[in-house]
């Protein structure tokens, strides 16, 4: 049995950033460890890219190393001709490392997510075919498909700030309701501003926040249903929602480690 990461994985494009989150659950038969599954690289102009992925834990971190080499070795190069050298290296990945293996064979998913000047990208795959994203969200995973519901509904709505938060919540929120996604969430953005990525004390404080939603979310679904409840009372339903903004922005603004 190859350790696994059965991994909730995603990537956001946002206004001016990109933003990549993962579980950190690996698994191998019955143990449950935490490991890095994201992977951020920088090029010698400034440049940035982010990689995480699902599957093999040896094998998703030779591939993300790579790719960042291919990345770094083109810092010249715009971000779409760097599609060809990486789908040329997952299929000679798959080549050599997957596919002499008849059974049982190990495999991963990649989501990619680059900054370059102002040029934003991002790539997922599956088996040893990259895709560009055709929309400016991607996931992979056991918990791939719940995520993306997820994310279809509320990205769009989102800048560049409110999706490192967003991003946080959709790992949260695969977490409670898929088998095999656990352990904290790592996150890593990066925008016109540089280089960040979510603490563990922020991303435990959003964790305890995000369990709130869930009572809003039946205030205020009961408040629309015109229910005349208290906790469906429009005053109520209004300071539940600044309240819960309030300690999203402390979090976000505090140097919490």
């Not at 059965?6 to 990537?11: N, P």
């Not at 969200?137 to 056991?142: E, K, L, S, T, W």
């Not at 990205?155 to 904290?184: H, P, T």
Request: negative net charge; contains cysteine; glycine residues 8%.
């Amino acid at each position: 049995m190859y350790p696994v990461s059965m991994t909730i994985a995603l990537g956001i494009i946002a206004g001016e950033g990109i933003i990549v989150a993962a579980d950190s659950e690996v698994s191998e038969d019955m143990t449950r460890i935490s490991g890095m599954k994201v992977f951020p690289f920088d090029d010698s102009t400034g440049g940035r890219i982010i990689i995480t992925g699902s599957g093999n834990v040896h094998y998703l971190e030779k591939a993300a190393w790579t790719i960042g080499k291919i990345f770094k070795d083109h810092p010249k190069d715009p971000l779409d001709d760097l599609e060809a050298p990486m789908q040329a290296y997952l299929e000679t990945f798959y080549e050599t490392h997957i596919i002499p293996f008849t059974h049982d064979p190990p495999d991963i998913a990649l989501v990619i997510a680059a900054k370059r000047g102002s040029e934003l990208r991002g790539w997922s795959s599956q088996l040893s075919v990259l895709n560009p994203w055709t929309v400016p969200c991607a996931a992979v995973g056991i918990g791939e498909i719940h995520a993306r519901a997820v994310l279809g509904t509320l990205v769009r709505a989102c800048d560049f700030e409110s999706a490192k938060i967003m991003a946080a919540y959709v790992i949260w929120l695969v977490k409670q309701r898929i088998a095999y996604c656990g352990k904290d969430t790592h996150v890593q953005f990066f925008g016109e501003g540089g280089t960040y990525g979510l603490t563990l004390g922020q991303v435990r404080a959003l964790d305890n926040i995000f369990a709130d939603i869930k009572y809003l979310e039946s205030s205020l679904w009961a408040h629309v249903f015109g229910s005349k409840s208290a906790a469906a009372d429009q005053n109520f339903v209004h300071k539940f929602i600044e309240d819960l903004k309030r300690e999203c922005a402390s979090v976000m603004s505090s140097k919490v480690g």
